[in-house]
């Protein structure tokens, strides 16, 4: 009996071989779509360059994504929660929320700007964006709930439009990119933004005005 089973453990074993190679093969593949993202627009992107940073074939990138639309929807399924975990204050730090989302836009941000600008001409892209901006709400709205959850609904809804684009990588793009501005300067007047919005919506909230 013992004899007969050997074979299978090996077969088992070496199924599970197999897909933990499959599963490091697909990881590294999305990790070279994801650098790619960061130095290209997405139209510039081929299969070859991705492929190429891999160590695959454009085959084995086919075979285990589809062409580039699932590419890009699997990575960013990848790479989601990575950037929530980077992204992600306890809530009312006001100063650990501006930080985190500054350092991400440092190392993203040049490539949010170039996928936003391309989306209305990729749909699997708008998807992505999509999820993106949704996945900015939620992540603002848990930082400042300490504030906004004592709020009727529709101030609430406006105070936390008003703290979404005072945290949006169009605002880090205008003032670091555009205007020059350095980290610490964007920081500055992304806390002055905050801290005007906290004034307007919660004259009594429980929030202090000091520097970065």
């Keep these: 009996m013992k004899k007969a089973m050997r074979p299978r453990v090996r077969r ?112 699997a892209l708008k998807v992505v964006m999509d999820l993106g901006r949704r996945g900015h709400r939620v992540i603002t709205a848990e930082a ?11 101030r609430r809804q406006e105070a936390l439009d008003a703290f979404v684009i005072a945290l949006d990588v169009y605002t880090w793009k205008l003032l670091r990119r555009d205007m020059g501005r350095s980290v610490q300067q964007t920081k500055a007047v992304m806390r002055g933004l905050v801290d005007g919005i906290l004034a307007r919506y919660s004259a009594s909230a429980p929030w202090s005005g000091g520097n970065l």
Excluded at 62 to 77: C, M, Q, V, W, Y
Excluded at 144 to 154: G, I, R, S
């Design 12 to 123: 088992l074993y070496r199924q599970k071989a197999r897909a933990e190679a499959s599963e490091a093969t697909a990881q590294r593949i999305m990790e070279a779509f994801f650098e790619c993202t960061k130095q290209r627009w997405f139209d510039e992107i081929t299969l070859e360059e991705v492929a190429r940073r891999a160590g695959v074939t454009v085959r084995t990138v086919i075979r285990r994504f589809g062409g580039k639309d699932g590419l890009l929807s699997s990575t960013f399924e990848h790479i989601a929660p990575r950037i929530r975990d980077q992204r992600t204050a306890a809530p009312g730090d006001i100063d650990g929320a501006i930080t985190r989302v500054l350092d991400l836009y440092e190392g993203l941000g040049d490539g949010a700007i170039r996928n936003l600008a391309q989306e209305p001409r990729h749909p």
């Design 144 to 154: 400042f709930a300490p504030w906004l959850d004592p709020l009727p609904e529709d």
